[in-house]
């Protein structure tokens, strides 16, 4: 398994969906997935630390988790079958391990809001994963932090890419 962080999420102009990047941690490696708008907002939402008035969806699957004595070990981006990616969110409770279907997409928001880690099984990585030409580190620091990255993230043609 590779671990991953959430690097960004891309807009499409074209369409209503999003594109959430995952860098894989200590390499230059990363997987875009298409997900949803709600599901991006509800990602952005936590990691912008918005406050909320009541749960949103994410939030009450994470209080039903932890009410029924669950903790959320971690989640994983399993598989990529015909263009669609798979994901398994796991939980211990009562000293059993269990594997439940998930979205990427909500097993990404459940992660963010838990502050459990996100994995990609390596096949998937190998067969979906980019590395960018350019180094993203270019460019940080004062005024300019983030602007090659931005310049990846803006050089995805999300549009063309496949649904996933």
Known sequence: MIEVKIAGIQI?????HRVVLL?????????????????AEAIN????NIEVGRP????LLKNVI????????RVIVSELR????????IVSV????????????DAMA????????????????????????QDLTEGEGEGGEGSAFDEFLGSLDIDDMPIH
Do not use: C, N
């Not at 949103?56 to 939030?59: F, P, V």
């Open 110 to 133: 459940l992660a963010v809001r838990v502050g459990a880690p996100i994995y990609v099984a390596e096949e998937v990585m190998a067969e979906a994963g980019i590395v960018p030409e």
């Open 23 to 39: 860098k894989e941690i200590g390499a230059e490696r990363y997987l875009p997935i298409w997900i949803g708008p709600y599901e």
């Open 94 to 105: 009562d000293g059993r391990t269990l594997e439940i279907d998930s979205r990427p997409s």
């Open 45 to 48: 939402i936590k990691l912008q």
């Open 82 to 89: 015909e263009d669609t990616f798979y994901a398994r969110i």
């Open 66 to 73: 932890e009410t029924l004595g669950g903790v959320v070990e």
């Open 56 to 59: 949103l969806t994410h939030d």
């Open 12 to 16: 499409s102009l074209m369409s209503p």
